[in-house]
């Protein structure tokens, strides 16, 4: 007879567990629609499956574009929540998008669909929330528990090895450091932590004593890490790198395979797969409605450019858009010129260039309304980085490292710069630079919520700024 090894244990519990979330979120989810119903004494017909259908798949898509059902071991309950709260939000939105753009085909009245949606909301959370409270107490008493070690007495695994003994519920049983060096080389308050050499450890992994292996290691070491790895793969450990700063300077690294290769990206995208759905999915629902209440405001601002100034009502400016492909931008026209080649000047205070008219939309964003159009088309994003004119590309690409980062996204109408502060005239060239630090850092921490939130400061403070010339 053969024992299943420690490690195939573990993916085995976490495929279950993983299994079980999603069984579990699609009965919540039906459930409580069927007793809405029941409780108004309404019938179960075609249309109500139907809107069932299209909320459990919106969901089930969402969730899995942010990770919901991976192993939550580690991770805080607020950390959880956020994302089962946002992928119910958007959900909800697309449920009630298509329950308002094909009202025939939906039986339900409006105040069964919004009960349900609100009801589901805590139902959702409170069952995580209980189910893990349960598996906390369970780790505490010596289940469901891993082994974990840490090779490189370093600070960065001294930190980590406190905030495993320090989190008891995670469930991780701290077993030691390990390392090489002369205990001189070690600081003084980890010396007391290490159990053994590196050698050792690698005898504890092999014998199935150890269930994670964490390596805080300089990258300057690389050699050696890899020799560790080597080490390690003749066990079943699960093994983890902990990250210095270069490390952290990766933008949505992660792991793909190219056949039998595997290859770690440095610079990527958060917008793949499932991902890339809810972004584009998000976009279209939130131009459309937002084009829908401003239509007649647009039809007054172009009469009015029309006939104040002399010239086209829409400006339209070649752009960097997605992996700096140009795209036509459009904008109220503001000015008496139209830049558009290989020399822009950017708008300043008291610019001669600008028109009466032109100014108060600017100052308002009035001028960028038309943009909501780029969104529909693909072009562009509600959220993202602001696109600049390519003759800035092309000068500032030479000046920052890390430029063109930003074009890993498509450009957005608003911005994590722009609500920062960072936003109009970059007369000096550290002011860009933070631009694009903010850029790049929307790009690395991206969600749906962070697009939510980003979209609210710009309507309570975003529209008029004192930066907008």
Not at 122 to 150: C, M
Request: glycine share 6%; charged share 20%; aromatic share 10%.
């Amino acid at each position: 007879m053969h024992n299943k090894s420690p490690g195939g244990i573990i993916q085995s519990n976490q495929s279950s567990f993983s299994t079980l979330y999603r069984l579990v979120d699609m009965v919540i989810i039906t459930l409580v629609y069927f007793l809405v119903l029941l409780y108004q004494g309404l019938p179960i017909n075609s249309s109500d499956l139907l809107l069932l259908f299209v909320s459990i798949i919106s969901y089930m898509l969402c969730a899995e574009a942010v990770d919901l059902y991976r192993s939550w071991r580690t991770a805080p309950n607020t950390l959880m929540i956020k994302w089962a709260m946002i992928a119910w939000g958007v959900s909800s939105l697309v449920t009630t998008t298509f329950a308002f753009i094909f009202p025939e085909s939906i039986a339900a009245s409006n105040f069964v669909i919004l009960s349900w949606l609100v009801l589901c909301a805590p139902t959702l959370v409170s069952w995580r929330v209980a189910f893990r409270e349960i598996l906390f107490r369970h780790r505490k008493k010596g289940h469901n528990t891993r082994k974990a070690i840490v090779i490189g007495a370093t600070q960065s695994g001294y930190n980590l090895a406190t905030q495993i003994m320090e989190n008891e519920q995670l469930g991780i049983i701290f077993k030691g450091m390990y390392d090489d060096r002369a205990p001189a080389r070690i600081p003084h308050e980890i010396q007391h932590q290490v159990m053994g050499s590196i050698q050792d450890a690698i005898k504890l992994a092999k014998s199935g004593e150890i269930d994670y292996i964490y390596i805080a290691m300089p990258m300057s070491a690389e050699k050696r890490i890899m020799q560790i790895l080597n080490m390690c793969s003749d066990s079943t450990a699960t093994v983890y790198i902990i990250p210095n700063f270069f490390m952290y300077n990766l933008l949505n690294a992660r792991w793909q395979s190219v056949g039998s290769i595997q290859t770690l990206s440095v610079f990527d995208t958060p917008f793949q797969g499932a991902g890339d759905i809810t972004k584009r999915l998000e976009d279209i629902i939130v131009s459309s409605l937002i084009l829908t209440m401003i239509a007649i405001p647009m039809l007054f601002i172009a009469m009015a450019v029309k006939l104040t100034s002399k010239g086209p009502v829409i400006f339209k400016q070649n752009r960097y858009g997605l992996d700096g492909k140009e795209i036509k931008v459009y904008k109220f026209r503001s000015m008496t010129v139209q830049d558009n080649g290989d020399k822009v000047q950017q708008a300043t205070k008291n610019d001669a260039r600008i028109t009466p008219l032109g100014a108060f939309l600017r100052k308002t964003s009035l001028d960028e309304l038309p943009q909501f159009i780029n969104v529909l088309q693909g072009r562009m994003s509600v959220v993202g980085p602001r696109p600049h004119a390519v003759a800035h590309n092309e000068e500032y690409r030479k000046l920052i490292e890390g430029y063109m980062l930003r074009h890993k996204v498509r450009p957005g109408i608003t911005g994590w710069a722009q609500i920062n502060g960072f936003r109009g005239e970059t007369e000096t060239i550290n002011k860009m630079i933070k631009r694009v630090e903010y850029d790049l850092d929307y790009i690395h921490r991206w969600s749906v919520w962070m697009d939510i939130r980003i979209i609210l400061a710009t309507v309570t403070r975003g529209f008029i700024n004192k930066n907008a010339y």
